[in-house]
């Protein structure tokens, strides 16, 4: 459902089938092609961890993200539309309410981030603010 290159690595939120009234099963990853992935999340055998989805209007421009918890960071997986920035896509690591830091996709990201989307796939509001 979403998916970029930034630098060397690649970003990628993938979806599994939606089980009855349950919420589409999403998995986080990253790495470099070619290397052993740095991060799936959550990892083969993990229970499925609680994904939480977020839209925002702004007097320029718009933006969705889905974010998830794994103590002690939150990391947000977004696609934002910004008056006189065009597209901005990545994902942002968080501790404590403060960015530790940003990866920005290097072209267009392949997203399906949106309230459709998010309402189709049953996955939940959350109750975070965010901003690129």
Known sequence: MF???SGAKHIALCEGPAGGE???ALQYRIGKPGAPTEMVYPA??????????GVVTLAGGSG????????????VV?????QGRGETAGVAVEQG????ATLHCD??????LGPDYFGAAR????????LP
């Open 22 to 24: 349950r919420p589409t």
């Open 44 to 53: 083969p055998g993990e229970s499925s961890p609680a994904f939480a989805t």
């Open 107 to 112: 072209a267009s990201a392949r997203s399906e």
């Open 3 to 5: 998916a970029c290159r």
């Open 64 to 75: 969705a993200w889905v974010e998830f918890t794994r103590p002690p960071y939150r990391y």
């Open 78 to 82: 977004f696609s934002f539309w910004l």
């Open 123 to 130: 996955l939940p509001a959350s109750n975070a603010d965010f």
């Open 97 to 100: 309410g403060k960015r530790l």
